[in-house]
T-cell receptor
Framework: AQSVAQPEDQVNVAEGNPLTVKCTYS??????LFWYVQYPNRGLQFLLK??????LVKGSYGFEAEFNKSQTSFHLKKPSALVSDSALYFC???????????????FGKGTKLSVKP | GAGVSQSPRYKVAKRGQDVALRCDPI?????LFWYQQALGQGPEFLTY????????KSGLPSDRFFAERPEGSVSTLKIQRTQQEDSAVYLC??????????????????FGNGTRLTVT
């Protein structure tokens, strides 16, 4: 069965410091991986995705993520955090070989990122 | 508007009441999804439409939940005889991609702001 784990409920970072939000996944085939961000009382906004190719993926707002197949991880990173980055971050996976719903994403529980000035 | 629109934003229902939640996807988007997000959790898949066809309803938690998209655009999620455990945010998402093994898989979903349902 497909699953996504975000081991940290909350990550605290000082503004200007690098940030990492962790994600590991489990799928039976090859994964499509996504990161979404959710601001209070808002829906999810797409940040970036890994489909194939370079393991380092760059996305919106200066975020990037590194796909590591051997560690089954897709950690979200940013070199210099901003206070405005404070939000809830969700990792999601779709099994490339999954025979079910063509669009169904499996989400992690989310990690709350808090960036302090 | 350019985004996915959901209404109402907030809904309070007494236990046992029926509710209907509306989703207006982005114009022209083929795929439409409903997710349920409980407090402190990630979204969980409920059901998927491709145009007017409901291709997957495996995530609907009980037969009290029903979704439709009769003309392939607006969708309604109906919950009959609401229970307290139905309290959650219901998210709708759409995607321009349609059928085919590769067309949907790498397309990001565009989410609405959700409807927060509270059952008292």
């Amino acid at each position: 069965a497909q699953s996504v784990a975000q081991p940290e409920d909350q990550v605290n970072v000082a503004e200007g410091n690098p940030l990492t939000v962790k994600c590991t996944y489990s799928v039976s085939g090859n994964p499509y991986l996504f990161w979404y961000v959710q601001y209070p009382n808002r829906g999810l906004q797409f940040l970036l995705k890994y489909i194939t190719g370079d393991n380092l993926v760059k996305g919106s707002y200066g975020f990037e993520a590194e796909f590591n197949k051997s560690q089954t991880s897709f950690h979200l990173k940013k070199p210099s955090a901003l206070v405005s980055d404070s939000a809830l971050y969700f990792c999601a996976v779709r099994d490339k070989d999954y025979g079910g719903s063509q669009g169904n994403l499996i989400f992690g529980k989310g990690t709350k990122l808090s960036v302090k000035p | 508007g350019a985004g996915v629109s959901q209404s109402p934003r907030y809904k309070v229902a007494k236990r046992g009441q029926d509710v209907a939640l509306r989703c207006d996807p982005i114009s022209g988007h083929v795929s439409l999804f409903w997710y349920q997000q409980a407090l402190g959790q990630g979204p969980e898949f409920l059901t998927y439409f491709q145009n007017e066809a409901q291709l997957d309803k495996s995530g609907l938690p009980s037969d009290r939940f029903f979704a439709e998209r009769p003309e392939g655009s607006v969708s309604t999620l109906k919950i009959q005889r609401t229970q307290q455990e139905d309290s959650a945010v219901y998210l709708c998402a759409s995607s321009p991609a349609g059928t085919g093994p590769l067309s949907s898989y790498n397309s990001p979903l565009h989410f609405g702001n959700g409807t927060r349902l509270t059952v008292t």
